[in-house]
């Protein structure tokens, strides 16, 4: 098992080149970037709370479903969020933390050269002119639906031609959702005429990024609700029946996004289950990141980026290292406290929580690669709980072996038994940590979720050790010699231990302690006389009792 945790860390350190065999720290123990983002509104006003809470709110999804742990997400000042992600932010992430997403459907009325001039008849370019304010403005007559070409009116021919898809503040335009659109793909290489809004980003109900089965390119696949379901199967009946009929570039549906068209595939089936695609060029993170964006609803604002900074750790390595050596510590501790307890038995706990923090240890990095799990000081102090918790597992179990010792079973007997004894309440004590675990998790502010997560896993890995590596161990150490034959020094030793049988139906004598003798043997006596159970008292009391009376006639005679 460890080896194969190994090797999965190895692939990633080595193939992807995307893992590390240091775990990842979060904000407040390595530093990382701060996003101030201000909120634009249309009249200048500050936003009202509601709205920074809600775009704050869907920022932090964004940054959790980019795998990105411990986010620091605040609203600052009336109009400003500020982001603080440990590390540094990539672009990808900064996309999806800035992006507004706002989602459109539309039917495709033209497709062309985003070019902005022609060629003249003396072979010179010239560019289109601004169109003519007196130029006609509306449709001739009335469209009957959004691929009706009575929406290309006159005036908005000459701002096609017009439109140059080089200039930003063109793509930053944005056309009332009752009328046609201009606008450019995301590449800037084709220029549209697209029909009314038809359907928004406020129908999906989820997005997932995904591989298309025969091109394997990668899609971003939506689930829309009840409404655009049955919007959408209406939409593609029509574009499909232009498709039939050759209507092309009009049986396409374009995809627009925060004014930019990103697909626009042609419909070559009617989609009646609310389950369309966006197929382009996207890239595994593009697609995942346009999935999230899309998945966890637009921002209620827009917003712009104030600054970018490098922010330092707010604790620092200092209060790591007091972490760790306070960590140390107790494993020193724990390590002592067992020897004296359990002599040799001892060693098998230290055993266990050496295995234990290596598979911890591996799994941590694993999870920063795959998950982008980060371990912040609220983390680590769950791993030093942990020990705690992980040597009553052992407590539990080797104390219900030295119980069967004392019952006069074999120590081979002993430990099967006392497995099955010990297991169920180790499994109920360690069910109800990973339930206040998993309810510390979901409840908690963000900066205790680090020490939910790591006592929950260190638990899990705690049950796992306990079933694979320290109960065969003591299965194979109870047929050596040394814990076997009950050795003083096994921790092990019926006699230590104060049984009070030699076997199941005969009792172990406890003769009194003649003066002058030890105070070992006056301990184990005491530990008999305390491990007896009632029916064994009243025996004893009986025997007491008979020799007493033994006694007397002898004194008689």
């Known amino acids: ?112 050269d985003p070019a902005t001039e022609f060629i003249g008849e003396d072979g010179n370019a010239t560019p289109y002119p601004s169109p003519d304010p ?70 999906i109900k989820d997005a997932t990024s995904g591989r298309d089965p025969q091109s394997g390119a990668w899609t971003v696949n939506l689930t829309l609700d009840s409404h655009g379901t049955e919007v959408f199967g209406k939409i593609s009946q029509r574009l499909y029946q232009n498709q039939l009929q050759g209507l092309s570039p009009r049986d396409q549906f374009a995809f627009v996004l925060d004014g930019s068209v990103i697909s626009a595939p042609r419909m070559n089936a009617q989609i009646l289950d609310g389950r369309p695609s966006i197929s382009g060029s996207f890239t595994q993170e593009s697609a995942k990141t346009l999935a999230d964006q899309l998945k966890y609803g637009a921002l209620p604002l827009s917003f712009t980026t104030e600054s970018s900074d490098t922010v330092s750790a707010t604790l620092g390595s200092q209060q790591l290292q007091i972490g760790l050596i306070a960590g140390l510590i107790g494993l ?94 180790i499994y109920i004590s360690k069910s109800i940590n990973i339930l206040a675990a998993v309810v510390l998790y979901i409840l908690a502010d963000s900066t205790v979720k680090g020490f939910a997560f790591t006592l929950g896993l260190t638990t899990l890995i705690d049950v796992f050790i306990f079933v694979i590596f320290t109960h065969p161990v003591m299965q194979i150490l109870a047929r050596t010699k040394f814990f076997g034959g009950g050795h003083k020094l096994s921790g092990l030793d019926p006699d230590a231990l104060g049984a009070v049988y030699q076997a199941r139906s005969q009792y172990r004598q406890v003769a009194p302690v003649k003066a002058g003798r030890g105070a070992k043997n006056r301990r184990a006596q005491g530990e008999a006389e305390r491990r007896q159970t009632i029916a064994e008292r009243k025996r004893a009391e009986a025997l007491a009792g008979e020799r007493s009376t033994n006694a007397g006639s002898e004194g008689e005679r």
Request: aromatic share 8%; hydrophobic share 45%; with cysteine.
């Open 1 to 112: 098992m460890t080896a194969a945790l190994f090797g999965i860390n190895a692939l990633g350190v080595y193939g992807f080149k995307q893992s590390s065999w240091t775990p990842e720290l979060a904000l407040d123990l390595q530093g990382g970037t701060q996003i101030v983002l201000s909120a634009v509104t249309e009249d200048g006003a500050d936003p009202t709370q509601e709205q920074l809470d809600q775009a704050a709110s869907i920022i932090r999804q964004r940054v959790d479903a980019s795998g990105v742990a411990e986010a620091d997400i605040t609203t600052e000042g009336g109009r400003n969020i500020v982001v603080q992600i440990p590390g540094v932010a990539d672009e990808e992430t900064r996309a999806r933390i800035q992006a507004s997403a706002q989602l459109e459907f539309r039917a495709v009325l033209f497709a062309g």
């Open 134 to 203: 007196s130029a006609n403005a509306e449709p001739t007559t009335e469209p009957t639906d959004g691929s009706d070409m009575a929406w290309v009116t006159e005036k908005l021919q000459g701002e096609f031609l017009a439109y140059d898809c080089a200039n930003p503040d063109n793509l930053a335009a944005e056309a009332p959702d009752d009328q046609p659109l201009i606008t450019c793909d995301d590449t800037r290489t084709i220029k549209y005429i697209l029909g009314p809004t038809e359907l928004s980003g406020d129908s």
């Open 332 to 425: 020193a501790l724990v390590a002592v406290y067992s020897l004296l307890s359990y002599r040799a038995l001892g060693t098998v706990i230290i055993a266990s929580i050496a295995v234990m923090g290596v598979l911890t240890y591996v799994i941590v990095c694993i999870l920063a690669w795959r998950l982008g799990f980060r371990l912040s000081l609220a983390g680590v102090a769950g791993l030093i709980v942990s020990i705690g918790f992980t040597a009553d597992s052992f407590i539990v179990y080797f104390e219900r072996i030295r119980d069967e010792l004392r019952d006069g079973k074999s120590i081979t007997s002993a430990v099967e038994d006392g497995w099955g004894r010990a297991k169920r309440t």
